[in-house]
């Protein structure tokens, strides 16, 4: 690309994790776990009820899990707390990375100084990157969890750059969310990319990224 940067920071799920096959497996380790009587296509459906009730990720699991019971008409189901812990517990360990993450890191390792932003809880989201196996190649990694901010407030996306010691004109952000991501961004200072998986353009943010992509590997050799 023709502008100059010094850094590249990357939002986490739908991004460099693969949040759909991981959540995918956590799923169906549920349906099994606590249904263990149950046929494979019965597990499957009550799999694919989680994760349409999960709402991409950004369902608040607590009212997730409270709900649950009642979707799949669940008579004897366990309190919602318990179902909490089982996903605090089982799902980080299926983190998975996205096709072609680990060739951008490794290929943007070499170039820039790296950051790591993203929301969520601190326990859940620190092992995924753990299980990951990717904390050691970021400079600066910002839980929101860890911090009392949360994207799309600008503060997180300077809180990461202060860390980095790295301008905002000096620094693009990669992410898939058109709002957390995008717009927050862009409120902050820095260049984007937008990573279309599974959330639509918001048509009332005023973000314009520099580049729309589909796969991960199409960024390496234009960054």
């Avoid at 046929?39 to 709402?55: K, V």
């Avoid at 309190?79 to 072609?100: K, N, V």
């Avoid at 790295?166 to 969310?177: C, K």
């Avoid at 279309?196 to 520099?210: F, G, T, Y």
Wanted: glycine letters at 8%; charged letters at 30%; hydrophobic letters at 40%.
């Amino acid at each position: 690309m023709q502008r100059k940067l010094d850094a590249v920071l990357f939002d986490l799920d739908n991004t460099l994790l693969d949040r759909d096959r991981s959540f995918d497996v956590f799923a169906e380790m549920l349906a099994r776990h606590y249904f263990p009587g149950e046929t494979p296509e019965r597990h499957r459906f009550i799999a694919g009820q989680l994760r349409a009730a999960d709402m991409d990720g950004y369902k608040d699991k607590h009212e997730l899990f409270r709900e649950l019971p009642d979707m799949l008409s669940w008579a004897g189901a366990p309190a919602a707390d318990e179902l909490f812990a089982f996903y605090s517990r089982h799902y980080p360990e299926q983190a998975t990375l996205m096709e072609a993450a680990e060739e951008l890191l490794d290929y943007c390792g070499e170039r820039y100084r790296l950051g790591l932003i993203t929301n969520g809880g601190s326990d859940v989201q620190n092992r995924k990157i753990d299980r990951l196996g990717i904390r050691a190649r970021f400079g600066a990694v910002v839980v929101s969890g860890d911090v009392g901010i949360r994207k799309p407030d600008p503060a997180i996306f300077r809180l990461a750059l202060s860390l980095l010691d790295v301008l905002p004109e000096r620094a693009l952000y990669i992410g898939d969310h058109p709002r957390n991501d995008m717009a927050g961004a862009c409120e902050a200072g820095l260049h984007t990319v937008w990573f279309e998986r599974n959330q639509p353009w918001d048509n009332a943010i005023s973000a314009v990224p520099l580049r729309k992509t589909k796969s991960l590997r199409e960024l390496i050799g234009w960054l």
